[in-house]
């Protein structure tokens, strides 16, 4: 299934998105959901460093894995549950830039909390986004409570779980996939193996070379994708919903794919990994892919790149001046959800 991966796109490569069915206002769809994500990520992190925002948690080099595998699922009916460096994910469900960067400066009107959240915990009930814990892997058997019971009461949903590799590490991975495979619940697990838990490589985190692998032991399909390959992963996350939505049950979806940033706004990266790999894997990045296949097909050149980028920055612009204009949470709203009133 996998493309070779880190290779870029030729000119002239064959049609690939059409046999998905995908169109071309697809693929402008997903670049620029990509582009827009990449824009407002980068945005986040000068407002950090203004000391605007307290934190940033980044899914720059991540958007191909997020955009392909979200792409598949059906917003407002299916569920989407990701993790902190899901801002791509979020975006491809419906969430705007808006509803994002009122969350980073946690204002009253932050649809995922009201303000109470740490940046990169996405939620957004009207389309089916659930906001997750700080707690790696704790939304992993959340998704498959939501399949279960969608499920259980007859109806058509299919329930997503992204995560990071240093996930499938925790006992919370392996309940659920357990739990999934049992009953045949209608989910799928969407890593996005970035190489490092934190600061640890993969091959001091996990014994086995690919999370997929682990999904045999619990009776469903893993697969091995190109997480910068956003066709890729598409289309392994196509085959995947059809299948749960075919009652076949669950499948474990990998992305092998590369962070680009720090692991925060406060991780010195340099103590872990160097600028030349970092700056490898920034040449053969999502956008870079997903540009270079458009072009081959006739659907990119410069003018349609300088349309993206204007619309992707006022739309970063606007969100970021309407956040800060926004107000905080009022502090008599603190123990609202949280305790019951007598």
Not at 30 to 39: D, K, T
Not at 204 to 215: R, S
Not at 235 to 247: N, T
Not at 317 to 323: H, P, S, V
Request: aromatic letters at 8%.
């Amino acid at each position: 299934m996998a493309a070779t991966q880190g290779q870029p796109t030729v000119a002239g490569a064959v049609d690939r998105h059409t046999p998905l069915g995908l169109t071309p206002d697809d693929l402008k769809r997903m670049y620029y959901l990509m582009v827009l994500a990449r824009s407002l990520d980068e945005r986040m992190w000068i407002l950090n460093r203004q000391g605007k925002v307290a934190f940033v948690i980044s899914g720059q080099g991540q958007e191909g894995a997020q955009v392909g595998s979200a792409y598949a699922l059906e917003p407002g009916k299916d569920f989407f549950v990701p993790y902190y460096r899901d801002l791509t994910v979020a975006l491809t469900a419906g969430m705007t830039a808006r509803d994002l960067m009122l969350a980073l400066f946690a204002r009253a009107e932050d649809p995922a909390s009201g303000g109470r959240q740490m940046p990169g915990h996405y939620g957004h009930r009207a389309h089916n986004v659930v906001s997750g814990s700080s707690p790696i892997a704790t939304q992993i058997p959340h998704a498959v409570g939501i399949a279960m019971a969608s499920k259980i009461k007859g109806e058509d949903v299919v329930a997503a779980a992204w995560f990071g590799e240093a996930a499938s590490s925790k006992g919370d991975f392996h309940e659920a996939l357990n739990f999934a495979g049992l009953l045949k619940a209608p989910v799928v697990f969407v890593c996005e193996n970035n190489r490092y838990a934190i600061s640890v490589p993969e091959t001091k985190q996990m014994p086995v070379p690919n999370v997929a692998d682990k999904a045999c032991a619990y009776g469903f399909p893993g697969v091995i994708t190109d997480g910068n390959d956003v066709l890729d992963v598409y289309g392994a996350m196509k085959e995947a919903v059809e299948r749960a939505r075919r009652g076949d049950g669950p499948t474990l979806i990998e992305c092998k794919t590369y962070r680009i940033v720090p692991h925060s706004s406060d991780d010195d990266e340099s103590r872990y990994r160097s600028k030349v790999e970092v700056e490898e894997w920034k040449r053969k990045g999502p956008i870079e892919r997903l540009r270079a296949y458009m072009e081959s097909q006739g659907i990119w050149d410069e003018g349609y790149e300088r349309e993206v980028r204007e619309r992707a920055l006022s739309e970063v612009n606007d969100a970021t001046e309407y956040a800060e204009r926004a107000v905080s949470p009022d502090a008599v709203t603190i123990l609202d959800n949280l305790f019951g009133r007598v």
